[in-house]
Nanobody, 126 residues
């Protein structure tokens, strides 16, 4: 059974950093673009970042550009989201997602994705 599992969330002070991981089981991430999304209570799901299947193309939401970096670790079948200079408004549940089939390019539109992890909580607070 194909599954995505996020980890690495937690409580961090404003200005701090966290690295989120998205691990896959049941399929190899190499052929799939992967997206990171977040959803805070009472708010719509927001696309944060995505990376193409070969890792050569990335996208970022304006709100995180310059602070977050998405990357691939092919050897460990894992996608990372490095989050620096965190702000209270980054507080949310973060999800990684994969599309229904292999493709080259990525999107930060949630409608492009069918497989979702269970999410990991990120709280930025002093």
């Amino acid at each position: 059974q194909s599954q995505l599992v996020e980890s690495g969330g937690g409580l961090v002070q404003p200005g701090g950093s966290l690295r989120l991981s998205c691990a896959a089981s049941g399929f190899t991430l190499d052929s799939y673009p992967i997206g990171w999304f977040r959803q805070a209570p009472g708010k719509e799901r927001e696309g944060v970042s995505c990376i193409s299947s070969n890792g050569g193309h990335t996208k970022y939401a304006y709100s995180v550009k310059g602070r977050f970096t998405i990357s691939r670790d092919k050897a460990n079948n894992t996608i990372f989201l490095q989050m620096n200079s965190l702000k209270p408004e980054d507080t949310s549940i973060y999800y990684c997602a994969a599309p229904p089939g292999p493709r080259a390019y990525c999107s930060i539109l949630s409608m492009s994705y069918d497989y979702w992890g269970q999410g990991t909580q990120v709280t930025v607070s002093s």
